[in-house]
């Protein structure tokens, strides 16, 4: 056999890839798929069951949590793990969710971007169980206080990464988990918002300091983004990296009209479920995302990349945080109906958090 | 369960590190561009329904990958849909890109022809072997055979194509 013209064909076969408009098709169409199938938490027998075997140790104080915990962890991982992911502070598994499937999880970070990406979604967890327990009407200063304190370890972790990223002039590692954390922040700042004016004094009182706190952050983000996306901008000009910001910018375009096309078709398809007040707030966002890309496209014909980037980012984190507001605001009435359905047969509740008060259902007002 | 979320972005990572590769193992199995992406779309479909009830003991997520994508390949003939390279020459197949054209023009079309001359069952080996860069054991391993088998039909297919090659 001739044996180099076949190694030649061999290389040669290698080179052929997917264009880089098919695989973001590709990409876009999966996340349509996911979407459309998406993973659904544990199994609702398995949550069931759990729920009871709560109910009926609740004899069982915090003291014997380590070795409730090593137990249920070593015999019945598997339906642990699933229930302890609905679990909120208080509950029996929470202490799984925080300190098994969330550690376990941080071992599968695979570079420091997808930690800098998870630190980020665990302080975003403590943010939703914050909205959870204030939209029942049952936060607790004691527990925001707790709450707040986790929150702020994962905030000052994503924090340092970013400093990090900046320190190894690793600037669009940093300007990504900056815009990332900004955005998430913001979407849970609207939602923080919305939530306080349906909630007694109680509540609200609980609610105050992490508001704050997540003000602070999602404002410490964006001097973090604009001061990475600053020094970018100067050394865009060097003609050595300019083919490199060139990539970078153009790689941004797409992802954030990606992003827009997926968040617009989300909204589409979730739009019977919100109130017009809602949606025309997440629109307001999608135009001023789909501004930003136009504005970025002008920036990328001038050669201005490290600008054009920067416009890109902006319209990803505004069509993410539209998109995040609203699952969230989504999530909390699904979870208010799945109580409710679960209360059909107890008393009524007093009205407490917002709650409204129909025979065995509870109702949130969050202006969906 | 892990959080959704996290299983969806580690998810698309895998489409992001495998979707050339499994479109290139298409691609070289049906001779048809359009027809490989489908395929390459519907094996990371099938791959997310499978993923999000096992990802716990999802060993080997690539060899997952390869096994769907020997299995679409394998229906795909039985509906007899791929068409011989000389149909498409005579349609003149325009792929999507200019770069993809650049390369298909040089590269893809010569193994092709070279592929067509195999038996599906020396095809499937080649194409994993050289073109998937994948291990004998690997393809033993998606293909649930035995790794002695696999080297047998590797070298007997090399003897097919030794016949087909140029000599100097």
Not at chain 1, 40 to 45: A, E, I, L, Q
Not at chain 1, 67 to 76: E, G, M, P, T
Request: glycine letters at 4%; aromatic letters at 8%; proline letters at 2%.
């Amino acid at each position: 056999m001739n044996e180099k013209e076949f190694q030649k064909l061999v290389r040669e076969s290698r080179g052929i890839f997917l264009t880089a408009e098919e695989k973001n098709e590709g990409r876009q169409q999966l996340l349509f798929h996911m979407e459309k199938n998406p993973v659904r938490v544990g199994g609702f027998f398995r949550l069931r069951f759990w729920r009871v075997f709560v109910l009926h140790f609740n004899f069982l104080t915090p003291k014997h949590m380590p070795v409730i915990v090593l137990f249920i962890a070593v015999f019945f991982s598997a339906g642990v793990s699933a229930a302890a992911e609905a679990s909120l502070p208080g509950d029996l598994l929470y202490p799984v969710k925080v300190k098994v499937n969330e550690e376990v999880r941080g071992w599968f970070a695979v570079s420091h971007e997808s930690e800098a990406k998870w630190e980020t979604r665990r302080a975003e967890r403590r943010l939703e169980e914050v909205e959870e327990l204030a939209a029942k009407g049952e936060l607790k200063a004691d527990v925001a206080a707790r709450i707040e304190e986790n929150f702020k370890a994962h905030a000052d972790r994503v924090e340092a990464r970013i400093a990090d990223f900046e320190a190894r002039d690793d600037l669009g590692a940093a300007a990504d988990a900056a815009s990332h954390f900004e955005s998430s922040l913001n979407a849970h700042e609207d939602v923080l918002v919305r939530l306080r004016g349906g909630v007694n004094a109680e509540v609200r009182s609980a609610l105050k300091d992490i508001e704050k706190d997540v003000d602070v952050r999602a404002n410490a983000a964006v001097e973090a983004r604009a001061k990475v996306e600053a020094k970018a901008a100067e050394d865009s000009h060097d003609a050595r990296v300019k083919a490199e910001f060139q990539a970078a910018a153009e790689g941004k375009f797409t992802a954030a009209t990606n992003k827009l096309d997926e968040v617009t078709r989300f909204l589409e398809e979730r739009g019977d479920e919100l109130s017009a007040k809602v949606k025309a707030e997440a629109e307001v966002k999608l135009k001023l995302a789909a501004d930003a890309i136009l504005a970025g496209r002008a920036k990328l014909e001038a050669e201005a990349y490290a600008e054009a980037r920067a416009k890109f980012d902006e319209a990803h984190r505004l069509a993410m945080e539209a998109k995040k507001f609203v699952q969230a605001l989504l999530e909390l009435e699904l979870k208010a109906e799945a109580e409710a359905d679960d209360n059909d047969n107890r008393p009524e509740n007093s009205q407490a958090g917002g709650q409204g008060k129909a025979k065995g259902k509870l109702e949130l007002n969050l202006g969906l | 369960m892990m959080d959704p979320e996290f299983l969806q972005e580690r998810f698309l990572q895998v489409y992001n590190l495998h979707a050339d590769a499994i479109f290139r193992h298409c691609y070289f199995r049906l001779h048809d561009r359009e027809l490989a992406r489908d395929c390459m779309q519907e094996i990371f479909m099938r791959t997310w329904q499978y993923y999000v009830r096992n990802y716990e003991t999802i060993g080997n997520i690539r060899a997952l990958l390869y096994r769907l994508a020997n299995n679409l390949v394998i229906d795909e003939f039985r509906k007899k849909k791929t068409l011989s390279l000389e149909n498409e020459l005579e349609k003149g197949y325009q792929p999507a890109a200019e770069e993809s054209r650049i390369h298909e023009r040089i590269d893809g079309k010569a193994m092709m022809q070279l592929l067509k001359k195999l038996e599906p069952a020396y095809q499937e080996v080649i194409v994993m072997r050289y073109i998937d860069d994948l291990a004998p054991k690997e393809i033993a391993e998606i293909l649930h055979q035995d790794p002695n088998a696999v080297s047998v039909r590797l070298t007997r297919a090399l003897q097919k194509l030794r016949n087909f090659l140029p000599h100097e």
